[in-house]
């Protein structure tokens, strides 16, 4: 049974701090990887997909980095801002049976300090 | 696109009725549904996947007759949590596929039950 963890479960950063986010995975036989935001009460937002064959995305100040072999992935965040303050959620996504399953981990609790 | 809603977006019941909780995509078609379940500081768990016209397939430990799921449309799927509890009391939120390596994910329901 797949199970993701994600290391910390909070940090908190001043603005502009360049970070790190975590999530590690047991089984490596993924279809892909994402990571969502979610805000407090509400739904979640995709922030970047990585397919099993790439080690990398990127979409604005965010990049994650995907080492499928090793079971881990990173969520790099530049220059943060009071804005990013949300939870991050790492899903790993697999081809169960005749359905696409997410599984995800516990998230992690971020807030940046003006 | 690939907008998906939910309602309502917060709902109290009494212990012992049921509550219904609608989820639409808008703009696409979705061959398959999953319900998703996220208790406070926890993180989401899949409680069932249904494919529109089928059964809903439900994820070990998860009481079928409790937690009925219709997928009746391509667009509308229902939770109906059945005599509820307290302890149902949660963070419901449903995702939809059109095609099988995606999912888009609603706005979140949250239940209270009193």
């Known amino acids: 049974k797949q199970e993701v963890t994600q290391i910390p479960a909070a940090l908190s950063v001043p603005e502009g701090e360049n970070l790190v986010l975590n999530c590690s995975f047991t089984d490596s036989a993924i279809y892909n990887l994402q990571w969502f935001r979610q805000d407090p009460g509400k739904g979640l937002t995709s922030l970047l997909l990585?397919?099993?064959?790439?080690r990398e995305q990127t979409s604005g100040r965010l990049n994650a980095s995907l080492d499928k072999s090793s079971g881990r992935s990173t969520l790099y965040i530049a220059a943060s801002q009071p804005g990013d303050s949300a939870t991050y959620l790492c899903?790993?996504?697999?081809?169960?049976?005749?359905?696409?399953?997410?599984?995800f981990g516990k998230g992690t609790l971020l807030t940046v300090n003006p | 696109g690939a907008v998906v809603s939910q309602h309502p977006s917060w709902v109290i019941c009494k212990s012992g009725t049921s509550v219904k909780i609608e989820c639409r995509s808008l703009?696409?078609?979705?061959?398959?549904m999953f319900w998703y379940r996220q208790f406070p500081k926890q993180s989401l768990m899949l409680m069932a996947t249904?494919?529109?016209?089928?059964?809903?397939?439900?994820e070990q430990g998860v009481e079928k007759d409790k937690f009925l799921i219709n997928h009746a449309s391509l667009t509308l799927s229902t939770l109906t949590v059945t005599s509820a509890h307290p302890e149902d009391s949660s963070f419901y939120i449903c995702s939809a596929s059109e095609y099988r390596f995606e999912q888009y994910f609603g706005p979140g329901t949250r239940l209270t039950v009193t």
């Open positions: 990585i397919q099993s064959s790439q």
């Open positions: 249904s494919n529109e016209g089928s059964k809903a397939t439900y």
């Open positions: 703009d696409f078609q979705a061959t398959t």
């Open positions: 899903a790993v996504g697999e081809s169960g049976g005749s359905n696409y399953k997410l599984t």
